[in-house]
């Protein structure tokens, strides 16, 4: 079940909503195609509603949105980054331990 504080990135939005915000932005770039996408989803969620009015969490569909994926050089999936102050603040590829996303976000507070 897809958590209310989880939010959906778009090549848009993503300015005002990762580039320009005054909080912590953890995206997650996946694909509904991508089973390890998929297994970390429930991480995903969890962290948003842990990091929930502090911080930004949510996933960004890279066969939908490919303009930031691109400009983020996002080659392999699931790729997570932690954007603080409209810069990259750290990167996750593949299957990262739910402690090890929330370390580096504490990080970017």
């Not at 998929?38 to 991480?43: F, G, H, N, Q």
Request: hydrophobic share 45%; charged share 25%.
């Amino acid at each position: 079940m897809a958590s209310d504080a989880l939010m959906d990135f778009t090549d848009d939005g993503f300015q005002a909503d990762v580039l320009d915000s005054d909080v912590p932005v953890l995206v997650d770039f996946w694909a509904e195609w991508c089973q390890p996408c998929k297994m970390l989803t429930p991480t995903i969620e969890a962290i948003a509603e842990e990091y929930a009015g502090r911080a930004k969490v949510g996933k960004m569909n890279i066969d939908n949105h490919k303009q930031v994926a691109m400009e983020h050089s996002v080659q392999s999936i699931p790729t997570v980054i932690i954007f603080k102050g409209g810069q990259v603040a750290q990167t996750f590829v593949g299957i990262t331990p739910k402690e090890k996303m929330a370390e580096a976000l504490d990080a970017a507070m």
